[in-house]
């Protein structure tokens, strides 16, 4: 028998009509003859509304505490998930992440799995029960509640998938699937049958939402088959898989915009071994978060370095480089706040010549100007003036045929 | 070190404010050189919310899953007392049953504990924490999150103070204490010093609310002192314990009265062996909770057997006792809903004459027709007149002087 994993988001068990829904969509699973292992967040804003009375009574809440707090609304789900199955006439039984074993670090707020137990899911999978289990949280060693940070539900769904072996992992959600770039920028954009876990990869990490990339990680290292569909109707939305054949003649799969940016430049540097190690280092003891960067020799002595960071980390950041500023010899330093990235992201690029020059000509047909350029082996992101940025998604979405479906693309 | 066991019930934790103010409390005992444990039910109305949540779910939900949603209610406020207890300064560490290994059966919704593991209480005491433990929860040997049902904080908390060798265990309520009667049914009413377990649990099972029954058999299993008192100001309140020597010249500490309650008589019932525990077990059967039983005999061949039960188990008991009739031929059934039990309790009258003599002939005074009588040790009830049992109660209160101090009464 089959096993089957299937995550309901916060909005797909919002309130009781929503998760009976969600509760019929495993019981129908469980019908076809899988076994249903059901994953859940909290519904709808209730961690919100959880951090919020932490918040009033502890404006710095110590994260254990935090932990403890938060996990209620999974469980509180679950439960309610639980007894929506007996409603409809299907024996379930709910697990919390301790109950399962879903062993954590203990690094409270954040917690990386480490192990998860499978003999009492599988036991009552056996016994013919839908296991409903709470997305998100974990247990440490000492048997403390922990939770799994951003998009936590998504990772303890691919990593009970993983964990058990699931033929697939199905990820509910109130957008159909993946799509070629973000409808509400490029609304001729088409919904992506699959795609690779490496193009997903580069896709969240730009932004794209949908799903986290940890959980994405997850996947790749245990080749976990993904599902992201609708919680709203049955058509079948976007595969994330490993590369597959039929995949090869598809140059490009999606094309993204990321403007939450700032790049910051820092002009003559000393060109001596280190001093990169040093200016990173020292962003990263400010947490700020660094995306691409670019160094560029200018002489023997002088080197430019420009990165870009969240709009959120750019104060951080801008303090953190005026501290070493002295240290590391540089010269200036400028930021930029109007500036946007538009990427391309495609397994196909890798063997194939052509497609930089065809993103920079259609770029250059639209009169954007690029201030920067970087790549990976399946992207290639520019940066551009914000002013200019939507404009320029239209332009590459339109030069890679993103409109159409991904096998009719020439 | 002395051990302090506090229990905050909902009122007491309702908000954050509340919880700030209970913790203000836990923290100044610990000042005071003691190593404090709390024990904190759900914040004010969550669990009927809870309840509701479920309900609109399924009418009639898993137990299973019942306990494993409601025990959030209490994992949410002992992680909010625990961030309260950091902001005000001192460390603290919340815990829910399952973490510190409260074992009960797998009773789910009134389950019964069994053991209760005290090593992390007390380790972390040791380290200067703190300890909040989630009232009302427990755990099952297969790890299944159970709730020991009404009253079940005060449970945990007194069952706490007996595992951990506790000095005191302090019930923290919105009364001052336990009182002589009702003071809403006889202003005059005062608050005791102390009263026996024995009397508690007389009052207790008379209504007289404030503690659940099943916390004062722990209480008194185990010894452990325990001081119902106000989470709105220092004024001590009432403790109960063992009798203690000041006690005995106190004939009657309390008085009650009981208007939820129905009595059903069944005139000319076969007077054969077996005939009563027939009755009575088929009242069992259909879940009623039957009070006072009196069986007297009419002839050798015939007997009358009457009893109480609460009005919401009416319908079900006249159901049961008409299933029966025929079986042990019974001649007649009769209702009467418009009755009220008086009472008065005291481990003093165990060993005196006149106290009985003193009620009736109160009652009798006040013109107040009693219908039956029943007794205990250290209790007399009288059923009378549901219009005339307040005037009965009072009659009663002024006859054994409930309206002074205990040790000031002839």
Redesign the interface.
């Given at each position: 028998m089959a096993i089957v994993v299937q995550k309901f988001g916060g909005t797909s068990v919002a309130n009781?009509e929503k998760?009976?829904r969600a509760a019929d969509r495993a019981i129908a699973s469980s019908k076809q003859g899988n076994q249903v292992v059901v994953v859940a967040s909290a519904r709808g804003k209730q961690t919100d509304e959880?951090v919020a009375?932490?918040i009033?009574?502890?404006?710095n809440?110590?994260k254990?505490?935090?932990d403890?707090?938060l996990?209620?609304g999974e469980?509180?789900t679950?439960?309610?998930f639980?007894?929506?199955c007996?409603?409809l006439g299907q024996k379930a039984?709910?697990f919390?992440g301790?109950?399962i074993q879903m062993i954590t670090d203990d690094a409270h707020t954040k917690a990386r799995i480490q192990n998860i137990g499978t003999d009492r899911i599988k036991k009552k999978l056996d016994e013919g029960f839908i296991v409903i289990v709470a997305g998100f949280q974990g247990v440490d060693e000492e048997?403390?509640?922990t939770t799994l940070g951003r998009g936590g539900s998504d990772t303890s769904a691919v990593a009970l998938a993983a964990a058990l072996g699931a033929d697939t992992c199905e990820i509910y959600t109130d957008v159909d699937g993946i799509y070629s770039t973000d409808p509400r920028k490029y609304p001729k954009a088409v919904k992506m049958k699959q795609i690779s876990y490496d193009e997903m990869l580069e896709l969240a990490s730009l932004g794209a939402g949908v799903m986290h990339g940890r959980s994405i990680e997850f996947g790749k290292k245990y080749n976990v088959k993904i599902h992201v569909r609708s919680s709203l109707h049955d058509e079948p939305g976007t595969l994330i898989t490993h590369e597959v054949a039929k995949m090869e003649g598809i140059l490009v799969s999606g094309a993204t915009i990321h403007k939450d940016l700032a790049k910051i430049g820092m002009i003559g540097v000393d060109n001596r071994p280190g001093n990169a190690a040093r200016i990173f280092t020292h962003l990263a003891k400010a947490k700020v978060s660094v995306n691409d960067i670019i160094q560029t020799e200018v002489s023997s002595e002088k080197a430019n370095i420009s990165f870009t960071v969240s709009k959120s980390d750019l104060d951080s950041a801008r303090q953190a480089i005026e501290d070493i500023q002295e240290t590391v010899h540089c010269q200036n330093v400028f930021v930029r706040e109007d500036v946007a990235e538009v990427s391309i992201v495609g397994v196909g690029m890798r063997s194939h010549y052509g497609v930089a020059d065809r993103m920079f000509q259609a770029l250059a047909d639209a009169a954007v100007n690029i201030d920067s350029i970087t790549t990976s082996e399946i992207r290639i992101s520019c940066l551009v003036d914000l002013d200019h940025s939507d404009a320029a998604l239209t332009a590459i979405c339109d030069a890679f045929q993103l409109d159409k479906p991904a096998d009719k693309r020439t």
């Open positions: 009781a998760i009976r959880l009375d932490a009033e009574i502890n404006p809440p110590p254990r505490e935090m403890m707090l996990s209620t469980q509180q679950v439960s309610l639980a007894m929506a007996y409603a039984i709910s919390t301790s109950q048997g403390n509640i």
